[in-house]
């Protein structure tokens, strides 16, 4: 129960509280046409739900969403993606390509202020995986996301003996995101760990106050609703 514990609590902690973090979006990891996969998180700050499903044995579709709300922060995002994917003796390329928006709102005491922003993302993302390690239920995959940032940011700065000032930017940039993703559990249901850390490059940044985190993890739950074929 200590060690749930303590992996619980890092899984909040790095959740992030900043206007982006990476999505750490759950790989489809198809079987082929008709199977669809469920995969999705209540942890103690707010929901998420990501839907898997392949139009044919090598096209794919993804939607992706979150919320979260705590003391200091919320944000919500959506995510939709497609692409090719190819199952062979449940080895399993995927490359795909999408678009996301999303909106983060943070109170920082160190500098008594309100951040906030949307921010829009396009991407292109490779991922590989195994299936079935070792004759057992547990799933592996490594993946990578190689995308373009733009976001609208504001910053509300308080003062005690003046009025409150602001600031206002927008921030383009390239970002680089690679993905772990571990799975283990039964045939159709099983426990889903997933990371990623953001690397970004500022295209221009005309507010200086950072926005983006760079570390992500997520703990969910993942069902597998297999095709009537397979």
Same mark, same amino acid.
Request: negative net charge; aromatic residues 18%.
């Given at each position: 129960? #200590? ?19 990476? #999505?750490? #979006? ?53 995510? %939709? ?12 390329? !995927? ?42 239920? %547990? ?27 602001? %600031? ?18 039964? !045939? ?21 106050? !950072? ?6 993890? !997520? ?12």
């Amino acid at each position: 129960m #200590t060690f749930l514990y303590y992996l619980v609590f890092s899984i909040f902690a790095l959740k992030g509280c900043d206007i982006y973090s990476p #999505t750490c #979006t759950d790989f489809p990891m198809l079987d082929g046409k008709g199977d669809f996969r469920l995969d999705g998180t209540a942890v103690l700050f707010g929901p998420g739900l990501t839907l898997s499903y392949g139009i044919t044995d090598n096209l794919f579709v993804q939607a992706d969403a979150y919320y979260t709300s705590e003391r200091s922060a919320n944000r919500y995002y959506g995510l %939709i993606s497609s692409g090719w994917y190819n199952n062979y003796d449940n080895k399993i390329v !995927e490359l795909f390509g999408g678009v996301s928006y999303g909106h983060g709102s943070v109170w920082s005491v160190d500098r008594d202020s309100h951040r906030l922003g949307d921010y829009g993302t396009c991407f292109l993302q490779g991922n590989y995986g195994w299936k079935g390690l070792a004759n057992s239920h %547990i799933d592996v995959a490594l993946g990578a996301k190689l995308g373009y940032y733009c976001a609208f940011l504001r910053e509300y700065i308080y003062h005690y003996d003046h009025p409150t000032s602001s %600031i206002k930017g927008i921030c383009n940039a390239l970002f680089l995101e690679p993905t772990v993703d571990f799975r283990f559990g039964w !045939e159709k249901l099983k426990f889903n760990v997933t990371a990623g850390y953001n690397f970004h490059q500022a295209i221009n940044y005309s507010n200086k106050t !950072e926005m983006c985190n760079h570390l992500c993890m !997520e703990l969910s739950l993942n069902y597998h609703f297999k095709s009537a074929n397979r």
